[in-house]
């Protein structure tokens, strides 16, 4: 079992930067592929960045791609996600997820563990 906790949200203006940490527990963490993704009020689950085990491949969603990057400490097992050039409809809690993945492969995973999530509020 793997426990995932989130930190690092806060409030911030369009145009700011944050940085989120996940730390994971529990588990091997380096055989997990790790994914952010966030949602907003009234609004589905939106895939936001996934990083292969070792790092070695990374996939980004569309509406963040030049402005956010995910990276990943395996000594620490921990993985990040710096988010830069914030707009307003940024805003969302994030939450990072594990998926058991010895692939480099990013895309189509199914994510076997979530956090609690994040709030992330950007103002105008």
């Known amino acids: 079992q793997v426990q995932l906790v989130e930190s690092g949200g806060g409030l911030v203006q369009a145009g700011g930067s944050l940085r989120l940490s996940c730390a994971a527990s529990?588990?091997?963490?380096?055989?997990?592929?790790m994914g952010w993704f966030r949602q907003a009020p009234g609004k589905e689950r939106e895939f936001v960045a996934g990083?292969?085990?070792?790092?070695?491949?990374?996939h980004y969603g569309d509406s963040v791609k030049g402005r956010f990057t995910i990276s990943r400490d395996n000594a620490k097992n921990t993985v990040y996600l710096q988010m830069n050039s914030l707009k307003p409809e940024d805003t969302a809690v994030y939450s990072c997820?594990?998926?058991?993945?010895?692939?480099?492969?990013?895309?189509?995973?199914?994510?076997?563990?979530w956090g609690q999530g994040t709030q992330v509020t950007v103002s105008s």
């Open positions: 529990g588990g091997t963490f380096s055989f997990y592929a």
């Open positions: 997820a594990a998926a058991w993945n010895l692939s480099p492969k990013v895309t189509g995973l199914k994510y076997d563990y």
């Open positions: 990083i292969s085990r070792l790092s070695s491949s990374t």
